[in-house]
C-alpha cells in the first residue's frame, strides 16, 4: 500500500483549492479519480479538470480532460516521461506538473507525436514558471492562476 507524503498531499489539497477558485460552472474538479485514458491506461492524476456535472460520470470516468495537474516529488520523472505520454495521447492538451523538488511549475502544452517518448508522443512545449508567475489555463481563457498559489 502506498502512502502520501505531507508535501505531496498539501500540494494536491493547494492545486485543489486554487483551481476550484478559477473553475467555471459546467466543469468539475476531480482529486485522484480515474480519467478513462483508453485500452492502455486509466491513470488517476492528482487533480483533473473535466467538463460536466458530477452526475455525468456515474456510469463510466470521463475519458477526456481540460487540464490535469501532478503534483510531483519522487515520482518526478515518471510525471516528466510516462504520464506526459499518456496524457499527450489522450489529448489533454494543458498538462501540470507542480514540481517539490524544485519548487516551481511546469507547463506542458501541445501534445504531439514522438516516436521516441513513451506511448509514442509527449508535448512540444514545456515551460518552467517560478512562485511570482501567473498563468491561464488553456480551456478556461479569462482565468488567472498564480503559481505561489500551487506551490508549498
Known amino acids: 500500500r502506498m502512502t502520501q507524503g505531507t508535501r505531496h498531499a498539501m500540494g494536491v489539497g493547494l492545486a485543489e483549492e486554487a483551481l476550484r477558485r478559477v473553475v467555471p460552472p459546467g466543469h468539475i ?3 485522484q479519480l480515474p480519467l478513462a485514458a483508453g ?17 455525468d460520470f456515474r456510469d ?3 475519458d477526456k480532460a481540460l487540464l490535469v495537474v501532478e503534483v510531483s ?16 495521447l489522450t489529448g ?3 498538462y501540470w506538473i507542480v514540481n517539490l523538488v524544485e519548487n516551481l511549475l511546469e507547463v506542458y502544452r ?4 514522438l516516436g521516441e517518448q ?15 508567475d501567473v498563468l491561464t489555463p488553456l480551456a478556461l481563457p479569462g482565468t488567472l492562476v498564480k ?6
Open 29 to 31: 474538479v476531480r482529486v
Open 39 to 55: 485500452n492502455l491506461s486509466e491513470p488517476e492524476p492528482d487533480v483533473a479538470v473535466v467538463s460536466g456535472q458530477w452526475r
Open 60 to 62: 463510466h470516468h470521463p
Open 73 to 88: 516529488d519522487e515520482s518526478l520523472k515518471v510525471d516528466q516521461t510516462t504520464k506526459a505520454g499518456i496524457y499527450a
Open 92 to 94: 489533454v492538451a494543458d
Open 110 to 113: 501541445d501534445p504531439v507525436s
Open 118 to 132: 513513451p506511448f509514442k508522443f509527449h508535448y512540444r512545449s514545456v515551460q518552467r514558471l517560478t512562485r511570482t
Open 147 to 152: 503559481v505561489a498559489d500551487l506551490l508549498p
